[in-house]
């Protein structure tokens, strides 16, 4: 059996947040601003779909330098239009700015299906739909991991320095 280790929070969810982007915005910053309109400082995505005008996203590949053996690779840029089939995301802090993570999948005019991290500022959207969840009672964080050598989701319960864990 291998090992279990798992750093976690408990919380429940507070308001619900459902919204269009429309033409021209780019994903990432809309939700955020989103966000900072309706003082939601930590969330989860719920459902987010739509289309792209273009889309820039990075996904893992082999890294021997890396601490780990993988590290993602140059940012890949596709032109639209795009549909996005789905995607799913936690809105998080990092030094008090918000740092959203972010994974989807999409398709080009052909049916050629291809997804990743998506990256801020390289995803203007076309239209998308999306419901947002706040978190309460625990804050999630993007921290540098020296396990990994990148930077990983953090979860801590409010007013806690360090998240709950299990390690058998």
Request: glycine residues 12%.
């Amino acid at each position: 059996m291998s090992a279990i280790r798992v750093n976690y929070a408990t919380g429940q969810f507070g308001k619900t947040v459902a919204a269009r982007l429309v033409y021209g915005t780019d994903l990432l910053e809309g939700i955020e601003q989103l966000c900072k309109e309706n003082n939601i400082q930590y969330a989860t995505i719920i459902s987010c779909f739509g289309s792209f005008q273009r889309s820039g996203f990075v996904y893992l590949v082999p890294n021997e330098n890396s601490v780990i053996g993988v590290g993602y690779n140059d940012l890949v840029r596709k032109e639209g239009p795009i549909e996005f089939l789905q995607g799913t995301g936690v809105i998080c802090k990092r030094e008090g700015a918000y740092e959203t993570h972010f994974h989807g999948t999409m398709c080009d005019q052909n049916g050629n299906v291809f997804g990743g991290h998506f990256i801020k500022g390289e995803n203007p959207v076309i239209t998308v739909d999306l419901v947002i969840a706040e978190v309460a009672g625990m804050e999630f964080h993007r921290k540098f991991d020296p396990e990994t050598g990148g930077n990983q989701f953090y979860p801590v319960e409010k007013n806690e320095k360090e998240p709950r864990k299990i390690e058998k």
